[in-house]
């Protein structure tokens, strides 16, 4: 009871004191006259009143402690009314589950899961939904839950948050909860969401560059969500915008295999590509005998040839003979160019 209703209940009691009346409805000549006297008659029942608020403040009291008591404890919620909402989940090793469950097996649940009432009479998952398989698996009817309020947004918003601050949340599985935070949000910056989720601008662009990783990485990730970290990710990024992806993803396959760490991934996505060589034409060189002597040498590498005599008129004079060969060489292929040209014109 507040101040002011104290102070009403004993301006009541005042009242109702003063106006006593004796028998046959005649004033009581008796009663006080005067307000101080008024107030000595009205002692006592002043006191009785002060007892009472006194008695309502400590049921009061109690009261709220047992509520917060109860919030605190939660509330036993049978198992088949809990739904899950795809997206909240955050992955789990089958190892780690495993564990959870075993330690449920043994020993009572501490951190009660976080649900939602649904208008059907039914809750949705918000926190927990690794336990509530746990408890499914070990028979159990009911786990111990606690109610948030609040709307669709803040109740995906609220799982989200709830993984983020957890240590063993994947860069990647806090990369899917960006992207639906992104997509929800028309024109929020990163900045915006750095600011909201309350990790730095760096390392959200660092995690949003799973955005840039080929295809096939991707598949690999979701395979294994802890297989890259945000910096690894960032680093490979950049790779395949320079347009190396098969080297990005030749390393992320050895890195799959146990054959690399991320480190080493990153070196060998990043490695300059070895060069090969080009190889050199071996050059082909013939004698042509007139006897026993050389009548001439001929060297010849890829289209390039030469010949060599031993006299300059001999030169001469066959130079003039290649040269009508050649002539006539040319004759033919332009004739068979001009044919396919014509055969070409008519198939169009």
């Known amino acids: 009871m507040s101040l ?25 000549d008796g009663a006080p006259k005067t307000a101080p006297g008024q107030l000595l008659a009205a002692m006592p029942l002043l006191a009785a009143k002060d007892k009472q608020v006194s008695e309502l403040e400590a049921q009061n009291a109690e009261l709220r402690t ?13 198992l088949k009314l809990l739904i899950e909402v795809p997206g909240r989940r955050r992955k789990l090793s089958k190892e780690a589950y495993v564990a959870l ?28 939904h690794h336990r509530v398989d746990a408890y499914r698996e070990l028979g159990r009817e009911q786990i111990r839950a606690v109610l948030m309020d609040g709307s669709d947004e803040e ?34 910056t990163q900045a915006e969401l750095a600011e909201q989720t309350g990790i730095s ?25 802890d297989l890259l970290g945000a910096t690894a990710v960032a680093a490979l990024a950049g790779f395949t915008k320079a347009g190396r992806s098969e080297q990005v993803i030749n390393a992320v396959k050895k890195l799959v295999a146990g054959e690399i760490d991320q480190g080493q991934a990153v070196k060998l996505a990043g490695a300059e590509p070895a060069k090969t060589k080009k190889e050199s034409a071996t050059p082909i060189s013939e004698k042509i005998k007139a006897g026993k002597a050389t009548y001439c040498e001929i060297r010849r590498a890829k289209n390039v040839f030469r010949l060599e005599f031993k006299s300059e ?8 003979a290649i040269k009508r060969l050649l002539e006539e060489e040319a004759k033919v292929a332009s004739a068979e160019t001009e044919k396919q040209t014509l055969e070409n014109q008519r198939v169009k």
Do not use: C, W
């Not at 002011?4 to 301006?11: F, G, I, P, Y």
């Not at 918003?157 to 929800?184: C, M, P």
């Open 66 to 78: 047992r509520l917060e008591k109860a919030a605190r404890a939660g509330a036993e919620i049978p």
């Open 201 to 225: 601008k760096a390392l959200v662009s660092y995690i949003l560059s799973f955005d840039q990783l080929p295809p096939d990485v991707l598949s690999m990730v979701e395979e294994q969500p």
């Open 155 to 188: 109740a995906t918003d609220g799982a989200f948050n709830v993984n983020l601050i957890q240590s063993g949340l994947t860069d990647y599985e806090k990369y899917l909860g960006f992207r639906i935070r992104l997509e929800r949000t028309a024109g929020m």
């Open 313 to 320: 008129d001999e030169a001469r004079r066959i130079h003039a």
């Open 101 to 128: 469950r075993e330690n449920l097996r043994h020993n009572k649940l501490i951190h009660p899961v976080v649900v939602r009432q649904l208008e059907a009479g039914t809750f949705e998952i918000i926190s927990g």
């Open 4 to 28: 002011r209703d104290k102070l009403n209940a004993k301006n009541a009691a005042i009242a109702a004191a003063s106006d006593a009346k004796g028998p046959g409805g005649r004033p009581n």
